[in-house]
């Protein structure tokens, strides 16, 4: 059997452990073990592997930046704070709580990655109805789930797999990128609130929430969190306008911001670091290794050509099959190993910004 068979061989199996998680070992050891298993039987070469890893630096920076800013914003209870205040302010509307629920979940997912909303604000929102003495929270958390998908692409930074798709390739600037990607955003969006609402309906009709819900407090540090974050924002939709890369940018601004929240309040970094999923960084890397060696299957190669002519044919074919391809890839394998072998084809095609999008 070739090295084309091994190197698939190895991919399905790492990517069905990342998905499955056996034995519930963590998604970062199928992928680091795939990675050791392409170095081990020789597929790849240390160089080649290094030079695999190295595509990631600055997605790695990225996530770090963000994971630290999510982190601390989490333990200074901004995320409880933006979920109370959306809670006060429907005044005893279910309807009311659903919409805004929904606003902030699309500003997190903008402005502090779709993984924030799922994880982090998700929690502070059913904090929140359990505050206000809500029947059911059930549609209220389904927004942070939904809606983590339908914002992820409003901005460069709303999702890690936007830098994923580009890693190697030219992340395009923040104009390219609106342009691209407003009008399906706001589809998005607007298609999914529509699509919950109507969903969950029966539920919000006999739905109460309490009016008498106290406003929690807002410390120093955790302003100071939320300046943080703004100023962050401010900076990556800079450096998206100048057609910077994200990851050092990103990096920077959430060591800064964590650096500054701990000084003020004076605790050793370790309480920060120590709940940071680091665990995400080596499965990117692995992954990227992973991909690697599928490239030199000729596997990407072969799909990149097939783009490439479908798209000189008809862009609008090219881009529905892109899309639908790699739509099915993801809900398979996940959308991280999805969107790195993706963004090897597209990037070899050099389609067009209205081909590799839906990517």
Not at 59 to 72: A, D, K, N, R, T
Not at 251 to 264: E, K, P, Q, R
Not at 298 to 305: E, H, S
Request: one cysteine or more; glycine letters at 8%.
């Amino acid at each position: 059997m070739n090295t084309s068979f091994y190197t698939c061989a190895i991919a399905s199996v790492t990517a069905a452990g990342v998905v499955v998680r056996p034995f519930r070992l963590p998604e970062a050891i199928w992928a680091v073990g795939g990675a050791l298993l392409i170095l081990l039987s020789g597929i790849l070469n240390p160089m080649e592997v290094w030079a695999g890893v190295a595509k990631g630096a600055d997605v790695y920076l990225f996530l770090i930046g963000m994971m630290l800013l999510s982190e601390l914003a989490r333990k200074e209870g901004l995320f409880d704070w933006l979920a109370a205040i959306a809670t006060s302010y429907a005044r005893g509307s279910p309807t009311r709580l659903f919409a805004l629920v929904y606003g902030v979940g699309i500003l997190v997912t903008a402005f502090l990655s779709n993984d924030a909303t799922a994880v982090v604000l998700t929690p502070a929102v059913y904090a929140a109805c359990r505050a206000a003495k809500v029947r059911d929270p059930l549609p209220y958390l389904l927004i942070c789930a939904f809606v983590a998908n339908a914002a992820s692409f409003v901005l460069p930074i709303s999702n890690p797999a936007n830098l994923v798709i580009f890693a190697g390739g030219e992340i395009p600037s923040l104009s390219r990128w609106m342009s691209t990607f407003v009008l399906p955003s706001i589809s998005s969006i607007v298609v999914t609130y529509l699509t919950l609402y109507w969903s969950q309906r029966q539920t919000l009709v006999v739905d109460t929430v309490d009016t008498a819900i106290a406003h929690p407090h807002l410390g120093i540090s955790a302003q100071l969190a939320g300046a943080g974050l703004v100023v962050t924002a401010a900076v990556l939709l800079w450096a998206s306008a100048m057609h910077v890369s994200l990851g050092l940018p990103t990096f920077l601004a959430g060591t800064i911001t964590t650096l500054a929240v701990l000084a003020v309040i004076r605790q050793n970094p370790i309480n920060v670091l120590r709940d940071v999923s680091w665990g995400v960084i080596p499965l990117v890397g692995g992954l990227f290794v992973v991909v690697e060696a599928i490239n030199q299957t000729g596997v990407a190669t072969i799909l990149a050509d097939h783009l490439r002519t479908l798209g000189a044919h008809s862009e609008a074919q090219a881009t529905a099959v892109a899309g639908t391809g790699v739509a099915l890839l993801s809900n398979l394998i996940n959308n991280l190993p999805a969107g790195l072998f993706a963004g090897s084809a597209v990037q070899a095609a050099e389609v067009s910004d209205r081909i590799v999008g839906p990517c």
